[in-house]
């Protein structure tokens, strides 16, 4: 499978966006597999409109409310189940986003970070430039290590903060991939307009 899974170091941190970048540019496909808060809007959605071009796989699991997905589900007296959450066929590049952090709980024995690790997709961690993100980047890149998932880097979103970005290479001994400046506005246009990932999709030749 050519692709990449994109977690972040907290929920709101640019992992739509940065999907929609990596989708757009790399003409690929993009797969949500958890969706709640689905009554305010959708991820999937999001990326639908600012990557057109993208084929958007349906959601395994959409939920209402706007909550961690073990939560969200028992308010719709559900479980979801996470051997049932399967890659999409495509021949095409495939973007997947993750739901909150690496250890947002799917339901009462699993987290994100244990589909991740069943999913085997090389992960992009989406960190925030400004304070606070030294600290909450090197616990996700921990933890995805402790559970080697197969990591590519970090993109930080936000004004750079070129002491943030040398602390997280450095003690986190990964690369920082790309730094996404903030947009006047995020449109389908700011989205095509910023320079395509100086890196390549994982799996291609």
């Excluded at 739509?16 to 003409?27: E, F, K």
């Excluded at 699991?61 to 909550?67: G, K, M, Q, Y």
Aim: aromatic share 4%; with cysteine.
């Amino acid at each position: 499978m050519r692709g990449v899974f994109v977690t972040g170091t907290d929920t709101d941190v640019g992992k739509t966006l940065v999907s929609a970048w990596l989708a757009q540019h790399w003409r690929a496909d993009y797969w949500k597999p958890i969706q709640t808060g689905s009554a305010q809007g959708t991820d999937f959605g999001s990326v639908a409109a600012l990557a057109p071009a993208a084929h958007i796989h349906p959601s395994a699991v959409v939920l209402p409310a706007p909550l961690s997905p073990h939560e969200a589900a028992r308010r719709e007296n559900t479980r979801i189940d996470l051997s049932a959450l399967v890659l999409p066929q495509t021949s095409a590049p495939l973007v997947v986003e993750g739901a909150g952090g690496v250890m947002v709980p799917i339901n009462e024995a699993a987290l994100m970070i244990d589909l991740m690790a069943r999913l085997a997709l090389p992960t992009i961690v989406v960190a925030r430039s400004g304070l606070g993100t030294i600290n909450h980047t090197l616990m996700t890149l921990e933890i995805l290590r402790r559970r080697r998932v197969p990591l590519l880097g970090v993109v930080m979103n936000g004004q750079k903060n070129p002491a943030n970005r040398q602390a997280i290479e450095h003690f986190g001994g990964v690369r920082v991939l790309a730094e996404i400046q903030p947009l006047p506005a995020v449109t389908p246009a700011t989205i095509a307009g910023l320079p395509s990932p100086s890196f390549a999709c994982p799996g291609e030749p």
